[in-house]
């Protein structure tokens, strides 16, 4: 197991946890940067990221919160998918939240605040890979699930074919390459735009569009193979 990131800024005694996310609750950054002096901020959801990041440096420790809350499921989403352990990725996203927080004075205000985010949580999550820890072996057809089990995606009418597809898909992406695997995971499962993209990886948006378009053809051959293969399993039984 990873080790979680330590205390960053101390935590306020008369902080209300009520309606905070996973990270706010769990122990580290998270936690810590919510509970140092709450100031209301109504409406988050109009909330402007560059104005959010603003008051972050001005020592509004609640306005971070407010950047935790918006952001984490999807980078915990993500980074699950990369790295296929709900666990390890909690760590990564905990641990990407701490690295931003520590270099929000370098960020430019006038790139986009999200971006920038899944960019560190992605390349956080591609070292881990390449360190070789994280990963079931291709062959296991594991269900990535959330919290006691529970998936991340709304239920499907059908539970056992959303599972089955599901898991079918997890092994198909652990065939294809990291690179490709990555580009499917932001553009096609959790719809990132093509700029996006490209910007979370660090490529040129054609490059995105290039390899985007080799990853779902690599997808489709070995998704043909499989079923093709099912079937005459089927046939012959």
Do not use: C
């Not at 062959?139 to 898991?167: F, I, K, M, N, T």
């Not at 065939?175 to 700029?195: A, C, H, K, N, W």
């Amino acid at each position: 197991m990873r080790k979680r990131v330590g205390n960053v800024i101390p935590s306020s005694p008369e902080a209300d946890a009520d309606g905070r996310s996973e990270l706010l609750n769990g122990p580290g950054v998270a936690s810590d940067v919510a509970a140092v002096e709450p100031t209301p901020l109504d409406d988050e959801g109009n909330l402007n990221d560059a104005w959010l990041v603003e008051r972050v440096r001005r020592g509004d420790h609640a306005a971070f919160g407010v950047l935790v809350r918006r952001y984490e499921r999807k980078l915990i989403r993500v980074l699950t998918r990369l790295v296929r352990d709900p666990e390890i990725a909690r760590d990564l996203a905990q641990e990407t939240f701490w690295r931003v927080y520590n270099r929000l004075d370098r960020f430019d205000t006038g790139r986009r605040f999200g971006p920038w985010l899944f960019r560190i949580g992605v390349n956080l999550g591609l070292d881990q890979l390449r360190r070789g820890r994280g990963e079931p072996p291709p062959g296991s057809l594991d269900r990535v699930h959330g919290d006691e089990g529970v998936p991340y995606d709304p239920p499907d009418p059908d539970p056992r074919v959303r599972a089955e597809l599901a898991q079918e898909v997890q092994f198909i992406l652990a065939q294809l390459p990291l690179s490709y695997r990555t580009i499917l995971v932001l553009r096609d499962l959790e719809g990132f735009s093509s700029s996006e993209v490209a910007a979370i990886v660090g490529r040129r948006e054609a490059t995105i569009r290039w390899r985007l378009s080799k990853a779902r053809e690599r997808f489709r051959q070995i998704w043909e193979r499989r079923q093709d293969a099912a079937q005459e399993a089927a046939t012959d039984g």
